[in-house]
Each structure stands twice: as C-alpha cells, then as structure tokens.
C-alpha cells in the first residue's frame, strides 16, 4: 500500500507512543548504567524517527495538494466487524487525527493487558476482542483522515 497521509499519522502517533514510554522509563529510579545508555540510544533513534516522519508528513502535504501523489488509497476489507465506533460523524481533519492518536493509545494499553500473565484467559480473551475492535476503529480513522484531505483538495 502506498503512503497516504492516515498512514503517516498513524506512524507518527505510535511513534510518539513510544519516545513517550522511553522517556518514562528513563526517569525510573535504579537503572544502571548500561541500560539507561541503551533507553537513551532507542529514544534517539526514535526521536529521529519521528522527525524524519514529520518530514514525510509535510512532503506529502505539499505533494497531494499539487495533485502529485494519490490522496486515498481504496481498501478492500473483507472481513466484518460491528462491534466499532462509526467515524461518520467526524468531519474535519484534526478531529480525525486526534481520534487516530487516540485509538493508538487504547490499543497500546490493551496490548499491555493482553499480555499480562496474572489475568484468567476469559479476560485475556475479552481484551483481544477489544483490541480486534479497536484496531478496526484504528484502521477506518486512517481512511477518514484520507477521506478528508481529498474532500478538501476536491473544494480548491
């Protein structure tokens, strides 16, 4: 699949996600030398990361608003999922991305709980339906940001 710009964002907010949780593991108490230099060593390659996404982000803008590059890219789903929040009501741009931002952070939080061994498998279970359901939620909040960004390149 090519790059849209739901992608990137998506990208961008998974890897905010994570400098995000290096960063907090950074500032715990007792950890040693090494260990603190390997965090430091992943929080730098992530920063980098993410510039160079922000980068990608603002390329793309420019590229799809001179008409240079594909704003959507038409999925093809075939699977079936009515337990997900519509996204219909969701009509501008920063909306969406904020949900999509939003819906990466639930995801990674019921990643953390899925993997927990402490749980009976019943929750372990239910937790992996929600994950299917949100990362569904996930998915069409990238299509909406696409949605939007050529509905509003179609109104120039």
Known sequence: MAETLGSLVDKLSIKNLRIWHLDEALEEEGISTSKREELKAKR????????????????F???????????????????????VSSSDAI?????AVSELAFRNIKLWHLED?????DLPDSTIVQTKRRIDSTNQERNDLMDKVDKILLSSSDEK
């Open 61 to 83: 803008l420019g590229a799809a608003l001179r008409g240079e590059v594909r704003i959507r890219d038409e999925k093809i789903k075939l699977y079936t999922n009515t337990n």
């Open 91 to 95: 009509k501008k741009l920063g909306e």
């Open 113 to 117: 709980e899925a993997r927990r061994t």
């Open 44 to 59: 730098d390659l992530a920063d980098k990361q993410r510039q160079d996404l922000t980068d990608e982000v603002d390329g």
